[in-house]
Structures are given as structure tokens and as C-alpha cells.
């Protein structure tokens, strides 16, 4: 990298690698499908996404409801989080926009 006046200039090799690390919109749009299909594709979190539906769910009533184990919901509701499909507010989990997408999807 070399500077100019105090400003450090990107050598072209730098500039291609700073590109070809950034997806695109194409693949950027692709790269959102396969997450919600893999958020999707799974029966637990497809059934975690119905309950929580368009008003929400507390943990209490997700966990009674699913009849699952504390462990195995912790660890779905975490990917749902981390994947910005579900979010927690006022002690209630909520589906983000794209979480809708896949409640809708599965209705």
C-alpha cells in the first residue's frame, strides 16, 4: 500500500481482494435463501417458528407446548436469533420479517 498527502492508496491487488470479499447483491440474495432454507429445513425450528406466529411466544409456552427439552430449545432458539429470524422483546420472542417468510412458507 502506498500514500499520497497522508492518505494511504489501495494497491490493486489489495482493491481486488477488498472486492471479491464483499458478496455482491446476487449473492448476497442467494446466500439469504440458503439460510432460510436450512432454517427451514429443520422440523424443530419449523415448529419453534409456527408457535411463536404472528403474536409471539414466551419460552414457558414454546417449551410446553413443543414438549421439547430445555436443552434442545436453547440451542434452536440461538441459531434462530443468531440467523435474525426470531427476536426476544418484552419476555417474548417474535419473528423477524424474515422469520415471517418462513412462517408463511410452512402455514
Known sequence: MSSIGGFSLVDEDDL???????????????????????????????????????????????????????TAFKFQIEYLLHQELVKEEEGKYRLTDKGLEIFEMHR
Open 16 to 70: 481486488e481482494e477488498i472486492i471479491m470479499s464483499k458478496p455482491g447483491p446476487r449473492e448476497a440474495k442467494k446466500m439469504e435463501h440458503d439460510m432460510l432454507n436450512r432454517a427451514a429445513s429443520n422440523p424443530v425450528r419449523r415448529k419453534i417458528i409456527k408457535e411463536i406466529g404472528i403474536y409471539g411466544a414466551s419460552k414457558e409456552e414454546i417449551l410446553s407446548k413443543l414438549g421439547l427439552q430445555e
